[in-house]
């Protein structure tokens, strides 16, 4: 058998090299039109960053997992395609800002129905709007070759930083077929593949709508939890309550569960916003008003976190930031991973580079070219922002010399062994400390000295 992924990106680059491990007997192939990605996934310096990725690809590139450009050889090879494109939300005419744009599939469909010779599988992998596979079906339907084309529906469910362990234990595998024999014989087909390291009642099957919509809802029950917490950090702050312990009080009722409580500067990644707008966007279709809003307000409520923490990281710092330096450590959406979609680090920054702050950033994994990228903006050719600036520091302690305040918007484990007696030295006064994602023992920084805030801490006088 011999897979093809179209799209070697967050999801597709992980997904095909598990896939090539476990499966020693397929040959998988990742294409992408994007050269300079597929000579990285060719070289020692792998495009995306993700715990034990690299241990993994080492192991079976060149073996049955190969990186191509050649994606034309990819589709008339495979028994089984999967599309791995991204999905973003439009910026443009009808639906701009909610609904999916779905260029990218469209894309890669025309490229199927063109270059295909033999029968085919193709699977979604992207996240896509419900009914989708229809559109696929349709546009694949109308190639005038003999080639006959069953189109899955198989959402990815990995989370970034975890996404080998994710790939390799998943909770469950969803694959969505048709109801007709051709349908269910292809479903078999692709669950035979998971079947070999993951057990078979973890492999669920529904209809294609289904397991499209399953996709977007199990993403927006995240989101929603998220922006849960975040509601009431607000309140925790102004009442004396702590969320960590609240969190932890709720998350103990089996009902609830522990996970995903944990309160931050706002959710970020490539797929929470953009999942629940595609939802919001779908409700407004079917005329489903009152649940569009209820969905909305998941994200207007992640929106409000972020721009309540650089708004109390002016107000604590005397209600202005011009020219005050501020260290930001982390600028991934999330630990262990280099990718800042939608990171609330974005946001963040340019709210405070708006203020006239200037910026001392650093993160351990993302490039300097991408945190210049992502705040661009108004960016002049000397790396000046206005009246505020950008710099790009080596390491925590390089960004927090000399800085009025540090602002802690990444978990990294790093962060928490930091020395943070020769930080404070090495500050102005009064120096704050802003801990976005709760890591920080705050009780202990006080003690050296530092002014601090946690999200949803109301800290005691001293
Ligand atoms: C998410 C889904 O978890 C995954 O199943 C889906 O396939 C893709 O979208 P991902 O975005 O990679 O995965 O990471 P996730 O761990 O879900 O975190 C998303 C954001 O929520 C991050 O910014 C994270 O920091 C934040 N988060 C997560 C919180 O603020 N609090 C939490 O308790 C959990
Ligand atoms: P995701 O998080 O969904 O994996 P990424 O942006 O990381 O999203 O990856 C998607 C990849 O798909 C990119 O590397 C992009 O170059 C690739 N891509 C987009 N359109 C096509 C296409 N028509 N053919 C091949 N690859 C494509």
Redesign the pocket.
């Known amino acids: 058998m011999k897979i093809c992924c179209i799209g070697a990106g967050y999801v597709g680059g992980p997904t095909m090299a598990v896939i090539a491990h476990k499966c020693p007997h397929i040959k998988v192939t990742a294409v992408d039109i994007d050269a300079e990605r597929i000579a990285a996934w060719n070289s020692d310096n792998l495009p995306i960053f993700e715990p034990g990725l690299k241990e993994i690809v080492e192991q079976v590139r060149g073996k049955n997992l190969f990186y191509s450009t050649d994606v034309d050889s990819g589709i008339r090879e495979a028994d089984i395609i999967f599309v791995s494109v991204p999905t973003p939300t439009k910026t443009y005419g009808i639906g701009n800002g909610r609904a999916a744009d779905l260029k990218y599939v469209e894309r890669c469909a025309r490229h199927i129905a063109k270059a295909a010779q033999s029968d085919k599988i193709i699977v979604e992998k992207s ?1 896509v709007p419900v009914r989708t596979a229809d559109v696929i079906k349709r546009i694949l339907d109308e190639s005038d070759t003999s080639v006959n084309f069953q189109v899955l529906s198989n ?9 080998i362990h ?1 790939l390799e234990n998943p909770d469950r595998v969803l694959i969505g077929g048709e109801e007709t024999e051709a349908g269910q014989k292809a479903v078999q087909t692709v669950a035979s593949i998971y079947a070999q390291w993951i057990p078979r009642d973890k492999i669920l099957t529904t209809n294609l709508w289904s397991s499209e919509l399953s ?1 977007l809802v ?2 927006a029950f ?2 929603q ?2 922006s849960s ?2 509601s009431i950090s607000a309140l925790c702050e102004a009442t004396g309550a702590d969320v960590g312990e609240v969190a932890m009080a709720i998350g103990k009722d089996s009902r609830i569960g522990p ?14 916003q953009k ?1 629940i707008l595609n939802l919001v966007y779908l409700c407004e279709a079917f005329g489903l008003s009152e649940v569009a809003e209820y969905w909305l307000k998941v994200v207007s409520m992640n929106d409000y976190q972020k721009s309540r923490f650089s708004r109390c990281i002016v107000n604590k710092l005397f209600n202005t930031v011009s020219d005050k330096r501020i260290a930001i450590f982390g600028f991934a ?2 630990k262990d ?1 280099n ?1 800042t979609r939608e ?2 680090g974005i946001y963040v920054c340019r709210d405070l580079l708006e203020e006239q702050a200037n910026l001392a950033i650093y993160d351990p994994k993302v490039p300097s070219e991408q945190i210049l990228s992502d705040l661009n903006g108004n960016l002049d050719s000397d790396g000046k922002y206005g009246d505020a600036s950008i710099e790009i520091a080596e390491d925590a302690y390089a960004a927090a010399e000399g800085a009025h305040a540090i602002a802690v918007l ?2 990294w484990d790093e962060f928490s062994g930091l020395d943070y007696e020769r930080i404070y030295l090495s500050m102005r006064k009064p120096s704050f400390i802003f801990d976005g ?1 709760n890591l920080l023992d705050l009780a202990k920084l006080r003690q050296i000295g530092f002014d601090v805030y946690g999200i949803g801490k109301s800290l005691p006088a001293l």
């Open positions: 996240t959402p990815e469910f990995l989370a970034e930083g975890t996404g994710d996709k199990a993403n995240l989101a939890r998220i917490i975040n996970k995903f409580l944990q309160s931050s500067v706002g959710f970020g990644g490539s797929c929470f999942d959406f999330k991973t990718d990171s609330p990444t978990e994602r």
